[in-house]
């Protein structure tokens, strides 16, 4: 398994996330997860390569698997244009990611948008986006906050699917204009879903991944009772309310309408999570996900009749490798290919909880699910580290995985187009 989207030890919000690269690391092993893609996400002003090699410091000398970077675009300039240059040919980061949400803290505005997509495309390397329309979010936001609403309900109500559709339906004219493929990450409404299965369609180089908390769970979530456990489910975008959601997402995927899976996983005690007691706004953002996104979507989507076992390890592994050039070193069996392998049984079930999975946060938003699809064995570089339920992992046995440019899974057509 390859999830394409972790935060590992995030600085965010006034805090770090509860998983660090040893118990993130760990759990993915433990749910036959080999690979683990994460972001490096600078703060605004701060260098790229800076950021980078701090990241890189704090992976190295714990991860237990294999990881790769995808690096933050947060703010824009020659300066940052130019270490994009450096991070693509020296440092192994053929991804980079904008976000078009997270207002003056992260998110860049359309014509800096536009510059580094052509920049992307100069490079060959892949821009992704995080897709929520910014400016509506924050004006949402303070207006719920003034009508007194402040509980993790205002979270989904600030956020609604149309910021969703709108920005990915933005982000995607914009990076055709730059003649650049996209990558939407974590598609959680199925509206946009259907925005980017259209573009596709249309010609347009576009690759869409969708989460395991999307596929897994829901947005009703936001009203529960329980404080805790309402703000638990708080991410962004939001897990969407309409019941009807996890199920299409499942079927967009199965269809290669969406073509890969993270998990998101961002995630947050509860003393973390009370931070935004008495405002939504407040609350960081972030579930988990990566040590139950391969039973899960093995329960939702295999086990369910929606998809074989075919399409499953392509949504779960090969596809990121070949979108992220890194295939067939990961991605596949062979002779020559790394020795990340998971046996896996398709009958066997776990439940999954918080109080027996290996992440060190302290709550788990698919508690209670019982999932068919559970790794017997997990291989990591040559070493067993799960053998029947006993899992045996290594700090720092993972490697730094570096992901060329140019990936002809997606420069392939845009070359010979050009041409
Ligand atoms: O809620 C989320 N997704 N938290 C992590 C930061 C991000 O937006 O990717
Ligand atoms: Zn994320």
Avoid at 116 to 139: T, W
Wanted: charged share 25%; with cysteine; net charge negative.
């Amino acid at each position: 398994g390859i999830d394409t989207h972790t935060h590992f030890q995030l600085p965010i919000m006034g805090t770090v996330t509860a998983d660090d690269f040893y118990s993130g690391t760990k759990a993915a092993l433990a749910g036959g997860t080999t690979m683990i893609i994460d972001f490096v996400v600078p703060e605004k002003g701060e260098s790229l390569l800076d950021a980078y090699e701090k990241w890189r410091g704090w992976a190295d000398a714990k991860v237990c698997c294999d990881y790769g970077l995808h690096v933050a675009v947060t703010w824009w300039s020659d300066q940052v244009a130019k270490e994009m240059e450096v991070l693509s040919s020296e440092k192994g980061v053929n991804s980079f990611k904008i976000y078009m949400a997270y207002k003056d803290v992260l998110m860049l505005e359309d014509p800096e948008m536009y510059s580094c997509f052509k920049r992307c495309k100069e490079l060959k390397v892949l821009p992704m986006v995080h897709a929520e329309n910014g400016h509506l979010i924050d004006i949402k936001s303070k207006e719920l906050i003034e009508q007194g609403v402040t509980g993790p309900e205002g979270h989904l109500q600030s956020r609604p699917e149309a910021c969703e559709v709108e920005a990915t339906t933005r982000a995607i004219i914009i990076a055709d204009q730059a003649g650049a493929p996209l990558y939407v990450v974590h598609v959680m409404g199925k509206t946009a879903a259907d925005v980017i299965s259209k573009a596709r369609r249309e010609g347009k180089i576009v690759f869409g991944e969708t989460l395991a908390s999307g596929l897994g769970t829901d947005g009703t979530h936001h009203f529960n009772k329980c404080w805790r456990h309402a703000a638990g489910h708080v991410m962004s975008p939001p897990l969407r309310d309409d019941v009807s959601t996890p199920g299409v997402l499942m079927d967009l995927l199965a269809n290669n309408d969406l073509q890969l899976t993270g998990s998101d996983n961002c995630t947050y005690n509860a003393d973390q999570k009370a931070l935004g007691k008495d405002d939504f706004t407040r609350i960081p953002n972030g579930v988990n996900g990566v040590e139950d996104r391969m039973s899960v979507i093995w329960e939702k989507g295999v086990y369910s009749g929606k998809m074989d076992p075919c399409r499953f390890v392509a949504v779960t592994s090969t596809t990121a490798a070949k979108v992220f050039n890194i295939y067939p070193k990961k991605g596949r069996i062979a002779v020559g290919s790394d020795a990340d392998i998971v046996i896996w049984n398709g009958e066997a079930t776990r439940t999954i909880s918080a109080k027996t999975h290996h992440q060190a946060v302290d709550f788990n938003i698919f508690e209670g699910l019982t999932c068919h699809g559970v790794p017997e064995y997990v291989i990591t570089g040559g070493s067993i580290v799960l053998d029947e339920g006993q899992l045996k992992v290594t700090q720092a046995h993972g490697k730094f995985v570096p992901t060329a440019p140019n990936s002809q899974y997606v420069f392939g057509r845009i070359g010979t187009r050009d041409k």
